[in-house]
C-alpha cells in the first residue's frame, strides 16, 4: 500500500493549483484522509482532511481558498488551492489516517493490515511572482 501525490509546481500569488492522492494498494478502509503541510523552518501541520462520513476540516489559513474532495470508492482525495498565497508555500503530504488493508492480493482474516498514519511522498508547491 502506498499514497501517491500528484501536482504541485510554481504559481504566482493569486492564482490556482490542484494536489490530488491515490491510496493504491488492497485497501478495506480509511477513516480520513487529507493533507498537511511543512514550509521552510515550519513543522508539518494539518491543511484539510475528510473523513469517511463526509466531515471536513481546514486550517483556519486556507478556510474560503482550499477545498478538499474525496473519493472513497477510488481511494483518491484532492486538493483545490484557489487565491493562492506566498505564505502556502510548503511541501504539501497526503495523509491517510486510521487505514485497513490487506497485504497481498487477496484478504483473508490473518492478512488485515492496520496503519494508524501512512504518508504519501511530499509534492511541493511554491507561490511566487
Known amino acids: 500500500v502506498q499514497l501517491q501525490a500528484f501536482g504541485g509546481g510554481l504559481v504566482q500569488p493569486g492564482g490556482s493549483l490542484g494536489l490530488s492522492c491515490v491510496a493504491s494498494?488492497?485497501?478495506?478502509?480509511?477513516?480520513?484522509m487529507g493533507w498537511y503541510r511543512q514550509g521552510p523552518g515550519l513543522q508539518r501541520e494539518l491543511v484539510a482532511t475528510a473523513t469517511s462520513t463526509g466531515d471536513v476540516d481546514y486550517d483556519d489559513s486556507v478556510k474560503g481558498r482550499f477545498t478538499i474532495s474525496r473519493d472513497i470508492a477510488k481511494n483518491t482525495v484532492h486538493l483545490q488551492m484557489n487565491s493562492l498565497k506566498l505564505e502556502d508555500t510548503a511541501v504539501y503530504y497526503c495523509n491517510a489516517h486510521q487505514m485497513y488493508y490487506c497485504s497481498g492480493d487477496r484478504c483473508y482474516e490473518d492478512t488485515v493490515r492496520y496503519a494508524n498514519d501512512m504518508w504519501g511522498q511530499g509534492t511541493l508547491v511554491t507561490v511566487s511572482s
Open positions: 494498494g488492497n485497501i478495506i478502509s480509511a477513516n480520513r
